[in-house]
């Protein structure tokens, strides 16, 4: 802009001044962490970039943040486990504002699982049997037992519900719970249960003879692959 006086001798002088106009709001973005990420350790390192004709301002969270050109960042540290968004406002000289924001999961400790049911030392006769319990985590997405993939609860908590029909062989069986979280960490529970599904043997013996006037001696014997109940 400039602005020119003149007075009444027909003097002039000059002056100007460099003005920006700037109606757009700044081009902001998240590089990192990825929308949906599974972060495994704290601190989360947000970083990212913004642009604009004039000098802005980065809040990430709240907090400003250094630019440094037109890249800055700000590690975050205490988030508790669980689903959490991060949020990033930009600002520039003109009051023009972008927002950003990625939604991910922090995921700090591994899988905690247990059998509620069958309980260790649970003898059954049957082939299979049902193995319920649960899993403590954000971020795992299969339990199996025994290899057998699980019946697991939808999401929506960190402790969730499993259950699976597992094939029993004859004798003991270790029961083993697994499962793997997002991070890679493992947890595992287990119980020992027995099938046994042979029927005791039973040996009677008596004297060929034996009469009212002519008492008898039987002997009766039992034996069970495991151990006789009564």
Request: hydrophobic share 45%.
């Given at each position: 802009?400039?602005v020119t006086a003149?007075d009444a001798?027909?003097?002039?002088s000059?002056?100007g001044v460099?003005?920006t106009k700037?109606s757009?709001?700044?081009?902001?973005?998240i590089?990192?962490p990825?929308s949906g990420?599974?972060?495994?350790a704290l601190p989360v390192?947000?970083?990212?970039?913004v642009?604009?004709?004039?000098?802005?301002t980065?809040m990430?969270?709240?907090?400003?943040?250094p630019?440094s050109?037109?890249?800055w960042?700000?590690e975050?540290?205490g988030?508790?486990?669980g689903?959490?968004s991060?949020?990033?406002?930009?600002r520039?000289?003109?009051g023009?504002?972008?927002t950003a924001?990625r939604?991910i999961?922090i995921?700090?400790n591994?899988?905690?699982?247990?059998?509620?049911?069958?309980?260790?030392g649970a003898?059954?006769?049957?082939?299979t049997?049902?193995?319920?319990g649960t899993v403590?985590d954000?971020s795992?997405?299969e339990?199996?037992?025994?290899?057998?993939?699980a019946?697991l609860?939808?999401?929506?908590t960190?402790?969730r519900?499993?259950?699976a029909?597992?094939?029993?062989e004859?004798?003991d069986?270790?029961?083993?719970?697994s499962?793997?979280?997002?991070?890679?960490?493992?947890?595992v529970?287990?119980v020992?249960v027995?099938r046994?599904?042979?029927?005791?043997t039973?040996?009677l013996?008596?004297?060929?003879?034996v009469?009212?006037l002519?008492?008898?001696?039987?002997?009766?014997?039992?034996?069970?692959?495991l151990v006789l109940d009564r």
């Open positions: 802009l400039f003149t001798a027909g003097n002039e000059t002056a460099n003005v700037d757009l709001a700044p081009q902001l973005a590089t990192t990825e990420a599974i972060v495994p390192l947000v970083q990212g970039t642009s604009d004709l004039t000098a802005t980065v990430v969270n709240d907090v400003p943040v630019v050109g037109s890249t960042q700000r975050i540290d988030l508790a486990e689903q959490t991060i949020s990033v406002v930009a520039d000289s003109a023009n504002e972008s924001s939604a999961t995921d700090l591994a899988p905690v699982l247990t059998i509620g049911a069958p309980e260790t003898l059954t006769a049957d082939g049997i049902v193995v319920s403590q954000v795992v997405s339990v199996t037992v025994n290899g057998v993939a019946i609860d939808p999401p929506g960190a402790l519900g499993f259950t029909n597992v094939p029993l004859e004798g069986n270790t029961l083993v719970a499962a793997t979280d997002a991070a890679g960490r493992p947890g529970a287990q020992m027995t046994d599904s042979t029927a005791p039973i040996a013996t008596a004297d060929p003879k009469s009212r002519r008492p008898a001696a039987i002997s009766i014997t039992a034996a069970d692959n």
